[in-house]
C-alpha cells in the first residue's frame, strides 16, 4: 500500500512569497515542524495495525527509511507522475506531499498505475535550480542539490556551489515552489505537526554558534534539523547568510 501526506505549512503558500521566510535565512518547509519519519511513520503503523486485524501475517510500514523506491511505487499504485524535478506529483494537489509505503502479505485489489506525464514542454524546475543540479529532465545531481549539501553531508560546502545557496540553510523548495501545479493546487496540511513550529524566531547570523547541543536537542531534537545536528547547522547558517550577501541570483532561467 502506498500513501501520501501533505506536509505543506499553512502559514505560506507557493506563489505567494513561498520561496522562504521573507528576506531571512531559510529552512524548507518540511523542516518547520516534527520529524515525519515520527509523524507519518505512527499513522502507518496504525495501518498496519489494521490490516494485521484483516488477517495479514506482514504489514511493515516504510517511510524515507529503508531501501524502498517510494516515487515508483506511487507512480505505480496510481498516485501520481514524476516530474522533471524528479518530484511526485498528485494531480489536482501537487507535490509538498511525503511517501509512506506498507508492505503486507494481504492479497488486495491493485489500483491501476497512473500512466500520465503532465509536465509538457515546461522547464521551470531545470531553469530554476540555483546549483544547476539537474543533469537532465528526472536526472539530478545530487551532490549540486542544496538539500544534499545542507542535510546529507557532513563536508564543508564546496565554495563553487556555497554562493549559489540563496539563503537556503537547511533543505531547498525552488524546484517545488517553482512548479506550476504547486502554485496552482497545494492547499495547506491540515495536519499539525507539520505547522511552522517558530522555533527559528530569529534572523541572527549567532543563532547557532551560540546554541548549546542541550539547547539544540531541547528545540530540535525531534525536529528533520536533527539530521543535520547542531555542528551541521551552524556550517549551513554561515553558508546561508554568506550566499544571502553575496547577492546571488540565478538568472539561468524563468524564476517565479
Ligand atoms: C536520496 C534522496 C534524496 C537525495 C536525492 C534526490 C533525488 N531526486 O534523487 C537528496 C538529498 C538530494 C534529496 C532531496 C530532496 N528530497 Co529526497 N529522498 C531521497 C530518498 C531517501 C531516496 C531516493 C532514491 O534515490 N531512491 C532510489 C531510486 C533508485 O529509486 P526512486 O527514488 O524510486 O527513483 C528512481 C526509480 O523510480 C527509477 N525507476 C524507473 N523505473 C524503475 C523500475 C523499477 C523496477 C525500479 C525499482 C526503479 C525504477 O527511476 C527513478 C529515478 O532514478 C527518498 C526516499 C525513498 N526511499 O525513496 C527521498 C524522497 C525522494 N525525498 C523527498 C523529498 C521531499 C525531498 C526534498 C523536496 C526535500 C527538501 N525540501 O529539501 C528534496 C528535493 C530535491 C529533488 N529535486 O529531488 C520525498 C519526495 C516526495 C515526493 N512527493 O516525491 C521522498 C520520497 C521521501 C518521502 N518518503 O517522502 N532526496
Ligand atoms: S531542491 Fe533546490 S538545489 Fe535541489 S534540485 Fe531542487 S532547486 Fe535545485
Ligand atoms: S516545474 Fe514544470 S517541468 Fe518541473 S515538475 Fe513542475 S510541471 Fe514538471
Redesign the pocket.
Known amino acids: 500500500m502506498v500513501v501520501?501526506e501533505n506536509y505543506l505549512p499553512a502559514e505560506r503558500l507557493p506563489g505567494t512569497g513561498g520561496r522562504g521566510q521573507g528576506g531571512s535565512v531559510k529552512v524548507?518547509?518540511?523542516?518547520r515542524g516534527t520529524d515525519?519519519h515520527r509523524a507519518l511513520k505512527a499513522r502507518l503503523e496504525l495501518l498496519a495495525a489494521w490490516l494485521c486485524e484483516q488477517g495479514a501475517t506482514i504489514a511493515h510500514p516504510?517511510?524515507?527509511s529503508?531501501?524502498?523506491?517510494?516515487?515508483?511505487?506511487?507512480?505505480r499504485a496510481g498516485l501520481g507522475w514524476?516530474g522533471k524535478?524528479?518530484?511526485?506529483?498528485r494531480p489536482g494537489s501537487g507535490?509538498?506531499?511525503?511517501?509512506?509505503t506498507v508492505f503486507t502479505d494481504l492479497p488486495l485489489e491493485p489500483s491501476p498505475a497512473a500512466d500520465l506525464d503532465r509536465c509538457g514542454s515546461c522547464t521551470r524546475?531545470l531553469d530554476g535550480c540555483p546549483t544547476e543540479?539537474f543533469v537532465e529532465p528526472?536526472?539530478?545531481d545530487?551532490t549540486r542539490?542544496?538539500?544534499?549539501l545542507t542535510?546529507?553531508s557532513g563536508l564543508p560546502i564546496p565554495d563553487s556551489l556555497a554562493d549559489r545557496l540563496e539563503g537556503w540553510a537547511f533543505?531547498?523548495?525552488i524546484?517545488?515552489d517553482i512548479c506550476p501545479w504547486n502554485v496552482r493546487f497545494a492547499e495547506p496540511s491540515g495536519r499539525p505537526e507539520y505547522q511552522d513550529r517558530g522555533a527559528i524566531g530569529s534572523d541572527d547570523p549567532d543563532f547557532f554558534e551560540q546554541m548549546t547541543p542541550a539547547e539544540f536537542a531541547a528545540r530540535f531534537g525531534d525536529t528533520p534539523l536533527e539530521r543535520s545536528g547542531l555542528p551541521g547547522m551552524r556550517r549551513n547558517w554561515r553558508a546561508a547568510f554568506r550566499s544571502r550577501r553575496s547577492g546571488h541570483r540565478w538568472a539561468g532561467g524563468a524564476r517565479a
Not at 66 to 75: D, M, N
Open positions: 501520501l524548507a518547509k518540511y523542516g515525519y516504510w517511510t524515507d529503508g531501501p524502498v523506491p517510494e516515487r515508483e511505487l506511487a507512480q514524476i524535478n524528479t518530484m511526485l506529483i507535490s509538498f506531499c511525503f511517501i509512506g524546475c543540479a528526472r536526472v539530478l545530487a542539490c542544496i538539500s544534499y542535510i546529507e533543505g531547498c523548495d524546484c517545488n
